[in-house]
Each structure stands twice: as C-alpha cells, then as structure tokens.
C-alpha cells in the first residue's frame, strides 16, 4: 500500500489523501452547481483533476493534454481553468505564499531569456508578394 501512495505522489505531486479530499469537493461543488442536463462529459472528476495535476506538475501544453485525454484543446483549457477555480475556493487548498514556506527566501530569480522564432522565408522567385485578384 506504501508502495502505491509513493509512486502517486511522485506521478501527481500530492498524496492520495490530499487527492480524495480534492475529489471531493469538486464532486461536491459540481453537483450544487447544476442538474445533470444536456450532453454528458467526456472526463470523469478523476481525470480531470488528475489532467489539471499533471499540467501544474509538468507543465504540460493544453494541446498535449488534449490529445492524451481525447479532448480538444480549449475543452482541455476550460476544464483546468474550472478545477482550479473549484481548488481556490474551497479552504482546504491554498496556494501558499513563498515567504510563508521559506522565511529565509530573499529574492527569486526568473529565467524571462528571448528564444529566437524560426520563422520560414519564401523563396523569391516562387512569391511574388502579391495578392491574387479573385474573379
């Protein structure tokens, strides 16, 4: 039972506790929001919050989280923005201030360097630069 709670924490970033606790309350949340009409989800509560883990552990793009799941992108998009609303609100899971944790944290350096786009040139003899006249 060790064994499976380790390898949890080290997949999502939060112990199995904290995960069910989670659950519950977006189950909870989900179900004074609204009646169960129009089209079903796609995603259990599970996976969403096990998708919405993974994209704060990894920083995963929504595109990749989409495609694993078998959803689209901004479905994808939304279903983070929602589960994390549903987190901030309830008092249990607070993002804790960095001074908070560390007292002996005096600055925090962010790495903001420019990347360089590769950006692909048309040939010259192939474009002109015109635009076509539609007729």
């Not at 924490?9 to 009646?35: H, P, S, V, W």
């Not at 169960?36 to 920083?59: A, C, F, V, W």
Request: net charge positive; charged share 35%.
């Amino acid at each position: 039972m060790k064994n499976k709670e380790d390898k949890f924490k080290r997949l999502y970033g939060i112990k199995l506790t904290t995960f069910k606790e989670a659950l519950i309350d977006i189950e909870e949340f989900e179900n004074k929001r609204k009646k169960q009409s129009g089209r079903p989800q796609k995603l259990t509560y599970n996976k969403q919050l096990k998708m919405y883990l993974i994209h704060l552990k990894e920083d995963v793009s929504y595109l990749f989280l989409g495609k694993t799941y078998g959803i689209s992108e901004a479905n994808c998009w939304k279903i983070i923005q929602k589960i994390e609303k549903i987190l901030l609100e309830s008092s249990k899971f607070q993002v804790k201030n960095i001074k908070e944790v560390s007292p002996d944290i005096e600055e925090v350096i962010i790495d903001a360097t420019e990347v360089e786009i590769q950006n692909i040139k048309r040939e010259k003899n192939l474009y002109s630069g015109k635009k076509k006249e539609i007729q």
